[in-house]
């Protein structure tokens, strides 16, 4: 059974930073494909960013909001996955979750999700 | 404003069938990318529901299925039950974007 546990949310001040962890078991994490998922409180979902695997070049991509900010990196050795969220804004405030990328063509979709990490952004 | 259009909220009485649409465009769903859809009940994280348009992970009632037509897509949920009461979320990939897309979210209530 694939497991994702994130860790290493919290209360940060707008102009701060933190890191989100993210350990996955039950898979070929090398081979995964990741994405991070928000949701602002009372909100819907929003596509944060993905990381390819490092054998498909290891490419990052971002949404708009978070771009130059944030960045996704992977620890293959260790099977953790990280966002490190820099000049963080009240809006990034959200709980953040951690997905694997399952691909279908140009398709691709997320299965299964971690819990979420709480990240709240205020002074 | 989201770029894939769902329904607020939807409702029906246990037993009775319920659709959410998920309403898009040319550069994305009309564009030919697949349809996903989630579920996400009361403080849980969101679950994989419907992939590639109509197809069921294992482990999802068949009471689940999707649809796509042009640049809309449907989740149709027959024999409703008090479980289902969830949020459901659809998602695609926008080429114009270049992102991936959610729905804004449909709040099913089973009265």
Redesign the interface.
């Known amino acids: 059974e694939v497991q994702l546990v994130e860790s290493g949310g919290g209360l940060v001040k707008p102009g701060g930073s933190l890191r989100l962890s993210c350990a996955v078991s039950g898979l070929t994490f090398s081979n995964a494909w990741m994405s991070w998922v928000r949701q602002a409180p009372g909100k819907g979902l929003e596509w944060v960013g993905l990381i390819k695997s490092k054998t498909d070049g290891g490419a990052t991509d971002y949404a708009a909001p978070v771009k130059g900010r944030f960045t996704i990196s992977r620890d293959d050795s260790d099977n953790t996955l990280y966002l490190q969220m820099n000049s963080l804004k009240t809006e990034d405030t959200s709980l953040y979750y951690c997905t694997t990328v399952i691909r279908g063509g140009y398709n691709f979709w997320f299965d299964p999700w971690g819990q979420g990490a709480l990240v709240t952004v205020s002074s | 404003q989201?770029v894939l259009t769902q329904p607020p909220s939807v409702s029906g009485a246990p037993g009775q069938r319920v659709t959410i649409s998920c309403t898009g465009s040319s550069s994305n769903i009309g564009a030919g990318?697949?349809v996903?859809w989630?579920q996400q009940l009361p403080g849980?994280?969101?679950?994989?529901l419907i992939?590639?348009n109509n197809n069921r992970?294992s482990g999802v009632p068949d009471r689940f299925s999707g649809s796509k037509s042009g640049t809309s897509a449907s989740l149709a949920i027959t024999g409703l039950q008090a479980e289902d009461e969830a949020d459901y979320?659809c998602?695609?990939?926008d080429s114009s974007?270049?992102?991936?897309?959610?729905?804004?979210?449909t709040k099913l209530t089973v009265l």
């Open positions: 989201s990318y697949d996903h989630y849980t994280a969101p679950k994989l992939y590639v992970p979320y998602q695609s990939y974007l270049s992102v991936v897309v959610f729905g804004g979210g």
